[in-house]
């Protein structure tokens, strides 16, 4: 068995509006290499990168877009979902009764909602909202840049 040991910077940010406390882990393994994890209300999101140039994680994820952050660190949380709501109200202005919690996966109901559009393109004409899940991981990864930006961060 082989045990190494590195240093790892932890932040733990408090006081943040509308968010609970977000505890962040670096850990730099050399420069353009590391591995970033973020804690909040018992959820964790972590990814490693490898192609950060000669910069530390402090000096990468700052500059980092939020939306490619969350491809990192949270690929599985779709940016939008099914507005449920307002596909209930188009079915009942055309007179069709939703036949499950996920009537996208039924043909005959898509076909009575969008028949003028070719199958493939069903799922573009459902009506869509912001996903909330993945709006609060977008607001916890911003205060994380944030932080890291006000505190200056180590370097190694």
Known sequence: ???????VTKLHLTELDNL????????DYEL???RITIECYGESWTTYFNAMGKN??????PGCDKHYLMGRFAHNIDEQIIDMDKLQEEADEKGVLIPSDEPWKDSNFMNDMYSLVDPYGWWDCLPKKTNPEYMYVCRIIEAVKKAMLKNGCVNV
Do not use: A, R, W
């Open 20 to 27: 609970d406390p977000v505890t962040v882990y670096l850990e």
């Open 32 to 34: 353009g290499k590391g």
């Open 1 to 7: 068995m082989k045990i190494e040991q590195s240093k």
């Open 56 to 61: 530390t994680l402090s000096v990468f994820i």
